[in-house]
């Protein structure tokens, strides 16, 4: 829909730049909205979805709750954390990953 396509925008924008981009949280869609982000911007998750020639969702238990990147971004250790479901703190597990991120503009070097 239109937010997608804004969103499209906006991570293209900061992959321009060289400034790495980063999106999370509950889109309440599984592997619907990764293709459809993933198609305009080559944005990969944390559990493995990504776009090479086409949609590549992760395996396994897919959420709605995303953790993604584009360009200079590298995930590892992706956690699907039920302990927020059974103590009742939210009706969604915790998701987090490790993610390594580089800045590619120069903008951060000595002497700039």
């Known amino acids: 829909g239109p937010s997608t396509a804004i969103e ?6 900061l992959k321009a730049s060289g400034l ?10 599984k592997h619907s909205f990764l293709c459809r982000i993933s198609a ?3 944005m990969k998750s944390s559990n493995g979805g990504s776009w090479s ?3 590549r969702p992760p395996g396994g238990d897919v959420k709605i709750d995303w953790l993604l990147g ?3 971004v590298t995930f590892s250790g992706h956690v699907q954390d039920g302990t927020t479901r059974a103590t009742g ?3 969604h597990m915790l998701i987090y990953a490790d ?4 800045d590619t503009t120069g903008a951060n070097r000595d002497g700039d």
């Open 8 to 13: 499209v925008a906006l991570v293209n924008e």
């Open 20 to 29: 790495p981009a980063l999106m999370t949280g509950d889109m309440n869609e």
């Open 40 to 42: 305009g911007t080559q």
């Open 53 to 55: 020639s086409g949609c």
């Open 70 to 72: 584009a360009g200079s």
């Open 89 to 91: 703190m939210s009706d």
């Open 99 to 102: 993610v390594e991120v580089v």
